[in-house]
């Protein structure tokens, strides 16, 4: 049986500048607008007249 040697660095290199395992800043800057962009929005519907009424309800009914 012949055992198989371990990369050297510049093969470790090679497979690591090949795969996309994480994200880049803009990638990140992006995905944050986008989380920030979406809370905004949450947060315009949960505090909307029609929503707070029906949650308030719905908790009222659940305490009595």
Do not use: H, N
């Amino acid at each position: 049986m012949r055992a198989t040697a371990k990369p050297g660095w510049g093969g470790k290199f090679a497979s690591k500048m090949r795969g996309e395992s994480g994200m880049s800043t803009a990638e990140y800057a992006l995905g944050t607008l986008a989380a920030v962009a979406f809370a905004g929005v949450l947060m315009d519907v949960l505090t909307s007249g029609a929503v707070q009424s029906a949650l308030q309800s719905l908790i009222e009914r659940a305490l009595v």
